[in-house]
């Protein structure tokens, strides 16, 4: 009676399924990325009092930081997914995992750039040699890598496994990037926001970040959805179920 | 009784590779030329002052003997690849993580140890000074056979692409920062008369962990790559 979960999460990550699956939540999910979004930049840009050392230029943090945690967030899920594509060979999984690096690399260039942007005024300068920010710029690399890679090969599936090892040796270095850099140099301020324990930040200017990360989430399963189905008409293209899609846009 | 053959196939592997890297040995010649030229071309851009020169020498070698390293990469198993061995080698019933390990020390005898040879040369044009040397040569003995291991896995994962040249600087680059940072750490460290010896440590923690990883993640990626 209660197998039914199994058996859905089974029947989801066969193309067919999973292309109508996407195709219903997709308007959704854009949705509420632009009504948060929306929220979140009037809670941000409007509501939330200026900073009594920043002033009005704080207010980029709104962009920065959920970019920055989609940035990583982002990585980690292409990392499962290219963990489950390599172990069981989904193709599915494959498809995922290599859509969701130009989404990440995309978060990446946003967060590089908005931090710049904001440390111009703050720290007097465009960029600066610091841990953070270092990181950062190398996990744009490792986006880049998977990308390229994944466009080398002629055969998109063999390319998309070569990637998928590529983003998990990626997850492996993460860490030791991160802690060699921190030892090496470090400007940027600690976090802010701390899961467990009190944040360092007011609930005026709290409440916009999170609906800005709701926003991002839901943008980027959006953005997914839409790739991923792009992608699996090109894979498939020659089976059944792609030719009635095909068969029924072209009757209407 | 399987010891005894396996050290032989080691054994095979390592002196055909190197006896196919010495009936080219032009080859050899071309990453130590590479280096000495980009070397030189230092002083040129940022003028002879003794004391600039001396800042910067340590981490020019070493960028120097990496990029030096990554020209050479991309030939590690191009010549194998065309003319099948590479295929024979992963249908062998040795383990294929072993040859390729043996693959990589031979491509690190041929192409980084001569680099690690001149260094001591490069580190004098620039004016290092001499007692910093020891720890400039100890930090390229750790931080290559790394960087060969490195490379070798992603080499791997290229095996079976036309255009790889570029696209391996790519991916090399985010998996050497570490690497390039301590061991840039230990030299500066020696030169400002600091204990250099931790900056050392983490070199050679990461190299036992390399060496027992990467020639596992070769394989796995070599087989891919293959995989068509």
Redesign the interface.
């Known amino acids: 009676m209660s197998n039914w979960i199994p058996l859905w999460l089974h029947k989801l990550g066969s193309p067919p399924t999973f292309y109508r699956f996407a195709g219903a939540l997709r308007p959704w999910a854009m949705a509420l990325a632009l009504l948060f979004g929306a929220i979140a930049l009037y809670g941000g840009l409007v509501l939330a009092p200026a900073d009594y050392q920043q002033g009005d230029a704080y207010r980029i943090i709104f962009i920065h930081v959920p970019s920055a945690w989609m940035s990583m967030f982002i990585y980690a899920v292409m990392g499962v997914a290219a963990f489950i594509a ?1 172990v069981w060979r989904l193709k599915l999984a494959e498809v995922v995992a290599m859509e969701s690096a130009p989404i990440g690399a995309a978060f990446t260039f946003i967060t590089l750039v908005t931090g710049s942007l904001w440390g111009k005024p703050m720290w007097g300068t465009w960029w600066t040699w610091d841990a953070r920010l ?1 990181s950062e710029l ?2 744009l ?2 986006y ?2 998977v990308i ?2 994944y466009h ?2 002629e ?1 998109r599936r ?1 390319g998309a ?2 990637a998928a ?2 983003a998990i ?2 997850i492996i ?1 993460v860490p ?2 991160h ?3 921190n ?2 140099n470090t400007l940027h301020q600690g976090s802010t926001i701390n899961v467990f324990g009190q944040s360092k930040i007011s609930w005026d200017m709290l409440w916009p970040l999170l609906s800005m990360m709701l926003a991002t989430k839901f943008y980027y399963i959006a953005s997914l959805f839409s790739r991923v189905r792009t992608d699996l008409l090109a894979l498939e293209g020659g089976k059944d179920w792609v030719r009635k899609i095909a068969e029924s846009e072209a009757r209407q | 009784m399987s010891h005894p053959r396996l050290l032989n196939a080691c054994a095979a592997m390592l002196r055909r590779d190197l006896t196919l890297a010495w009936r080219r040995r032009g080859d050899i010649a071309m990453p130590v030329l590479y280096a000495l030229i980009v070397t030189m071309l230092f002083p040129f851009a940022l003028g002879p002052e003794d004391t600039l020169l001396q800042r910067i020498a340590g981490g020019v070698v070493l960028v120097t003997v990496l990029l030096a390293m990554l020209l050479a990469l991309d030939a590690m198993f191009s010549s194998d690849i065309e003319d099948g061995s590479l295929e024979q080698l992963v249908l062998a019933p040795q383990p294929l993580a072993l040859m390729l390990g043996m693959k990589i020390l031979a491509h690190w005898l041929t192409t980084a140890l001569p680099l690690i040879v001149i260094a001591p040369l490069l580190a004098a044009m620039l004016h290092l000074p001499g007692a910093v040397i020891p720890v400039l040569l100890l930090a390229l003995l750790l931080a290559t056979p790394l960087l060969s291991l490195l490379g070798a ?2 080499v791997a ?2 095996a ?5 040249g570029m ?1 391996l600087a ?2 090399l ?3 050497c ?2 690497a390039v ?2 061991a840039a ?1 230990a030299v500066a460290a020696a030169q400002q008369g600091l204990p250099w010896l931790a900056p050392i440590a983490w070199l050679g923690a ?1 190299l036992v962990l390399a060496v027992v990883l990467a020639p596992l ?1 070769c394989a ?2 070599l087989r ?2 293959l ?2």
């Open positions: 390599l270092t190398v996990l690399f490792l880049l890598g390229g890679l080398a090969f055969d063999q496994r070569a090892f590529l040796i990626g270095n030791i990037v802690f060699s850099v030892w090496w | 896995v992603l994962l290229t079976g692409t036309r255009r790889s696209l790519l991916m680059l985010p998996l920062v570490p940072i301590f750490g990461a993640a796995a990626a891919i790559a995989d068509a």
